[in-house]
T-cell receptor, first 112, second 115 residues
């Protein structure tokens, strides 16, 4: 069974630009969550999608948004990038009930 | 407000000995706890979990203990191996409602196992 796939692995963007990250969950998993990892703040929850609907959202500004497609693939978008958005962005998928989440390898975003 | 805390930033043990990683939580709504292992530039890898209806769960060399009254859980690794060297994260979740998909992580503990 293929794991959670995130693309691209690395990305360099300039302040003010926008970026879109992609996540393909494990086959059959309908829940996709996104996390931001930074050295200072650790792993922080961004949002979760289930069957194309956002069910939960963390404490991030509106510049961070996402969506989920009918095949459960998810995208995350960050607009008007700031230097502080430099981080490892992780996607996790699960079947949708409480339980374990399988993480992808992440996308390393660097904003210059 | 850090709801999940791992107070030890690092732990160093000798190969073959026991590693004990600790985690405390403050939110009494948490009912499911997980441990993840992480290498740099990779996503966390699930190790073991425990539901709040249990106080112990074992999987091979890994055992997680939960003390609900103390809001404390620990991960025991026996015997420790050099390949166990990584960052270990404790995470917690609660069922349904506004908690869907949300894991609350501790800050992590760097485990180093010396040969």
């Amino acid at each position: 069974k293929a794991g959670v796939t995130q693309t691209p692995r690395y990305l360099i963007k300039t302040r003010g630009q926008q970026v879109t990250l992609s996540c393909s969950p494990i086959s059959g998993h309908r829940s996709v969550s996104w996390y931001q990892q930074t050295p200072g703040q650790g792993l922080q929850f961004l949002f979760e999608y289930f069957s194309e609907t956002q069910r939960n959202k963390g404490n991030f500004p509106g510049r961070f948004s996402g969506r989920q497609f009918s095949n459960s693939r998810s995208e995350m978008n960050v607009s008007t990038l700031e230097l502080g958005d430099s981080a490892l962005y992780l996607c996790a998928s699960s079947e949708g009930t409480t339980g374990g989440y399988t993480f992808g390898s992440g996308t390393r975003l660097t904003v210059v | 407000d850090q709801q999940v805390k791992q107070n030890s930033p690092s732990l160093s043990v000798q190969e073959g000995r026991i590693s004990i990683l600790n985690c405390d939580y403050t939110n009494s709504m948490f009912d499911y706890f997980l441990w993840y292992k992480k290498y740099p530039a990779e996503g966390p890898t699930f190790l073991i979990s425990i539901s709040s209806i249990k106080d112990k769960n074992e999987d091979g060399r890994f055992t997680v203990f939960l003390n609900k009254s103390a809001k404390h859980l620990s991960l025991h690794i026996v015997p420790s191996q050099p390949g166990d060297s990584a960052v270990y994260f404790c995470a917690a979740s609660s069922a349904g409602g506004t908690s869907y998909g949300k894991l609350t992580f501790g800050q992590g503990t760097i485990l180093t196992v010396h040969p």
